[in-house]
T-cell receptor
Framework: DAGVIQSPRHEVTEMGQEVTLRCKPI?????LFWYRQTMMRGLELLIY????????DSGMPEDRFSAKMPNASFSTLKIQPSEPRDSAVYFC????????????FGQGTRLTVV | GENVEQHPSTLSVQEGDSAVIKCTYS??????FPWYKQELGKRPQLIID?????GEKKDQRIAVTLNKTAKHFSLHITETQPEDSAVYFC?????????????FGKGTHLIIQP
């Protein structure tokens, strides 16, 4: 398996534009997590899915953020409209179970909103 | 929810010396404590983990200790080498039913001085 795959690796967009980040988890992993990483706040859990169903979205900062997982091999994180303070590295991770085992991270998407 | 505090935020040691990073957690139900290493521009990757039924675990030059009574755990790196330079994150979670995924500390930037 190629591991968790995220796209794009880098995204630069103007304030107010819609941004869509994509993730392909490791095959067979039932859990998928979206994290945001900034210098100030570290690694923050935004939302996670179990078997394609959103379980906890309490970390999603605002209604401008939404996430979907239409099938076991694909998830998206959307920001609409984007703002400069959304600039961060967004990681997707997957694991066999919610906790108690390794979470495998993708390479991340570095988002810059200007 | 769980809260994980990590110290220090930056640690500089001479090559060959030992490094210790400490974390505390708030939820007494947490029973899984992994440590992730993140090199500059890369994804976080698991280096060692410990479960609440043991007090210490070693893997070559790295070791983790856990004190459940005090709710703290530590990462120990001996005989540090230049390739140990990275940001290290501790995390805590409950791995039973209803697990919510990992809560991360804010990270420690470890610098190995030649």
């Amino acid at each position: 398996d190629a591991g968790v795959i995220q796209s794009p690796r880098h995204e630069v967009t103007e304030m107010g534009q819609e941004v869509t980040l994509r993730c392909k988890p490791i095959s067979g992993h039932d859990y998928l997590f979206w994290y945001r990483q900034t210098m100030m706040r570290g690694l923050e859990l935004l939302i996670y899915f179990n078997n394609n169903v959103p379980i906890d979205d309490s970390g999603m900062p605002e209604d401008r953020f939404s996430a979907k997982m239409p099938n076991a091999s694909f998830s998206t994180l959307k920001i609409q409209p984007s703002e400069p303070r959304d600039s961060a590295v967004y990681f997707c991770a997957s694991s066999l179970i919610a906790a108690g085992t390794e979470a495998f991270f993708g390479q991340g998407t570095r988002l810059t909103v200007v | 929810g769980e809260n994980v505090e990590q110290h220090p935020s930056t640690l500089s040691v001479q090559e060959g010396d030992s490094a210790v990073i400490k974390c505390t957690y708030s939820d007494s139900a947490s029973n899984y404590f992994p440590w992730y290493k993140q090199e500059l521009g890369k994804r976080p990757q698991l280096i060692i983990d410990i479960r609440s039924n043991v007090g210490e675990k070693k893997d070559q030059r790295i070791a983790v200790t856990l004190n459940k009574t005090a709710k703290h755990f530590s990462l120990h790196i001996t005989e540090t080498q230049p390739e140990d330079s990275a940001v290290y994150f501790c995390a805590a979670s409950y791995s039973g039913g209803g697990a919510d995924g990992l809560t991360f500390g804010k990270g420690t930037h470890l610098i190995i001085q030649p």
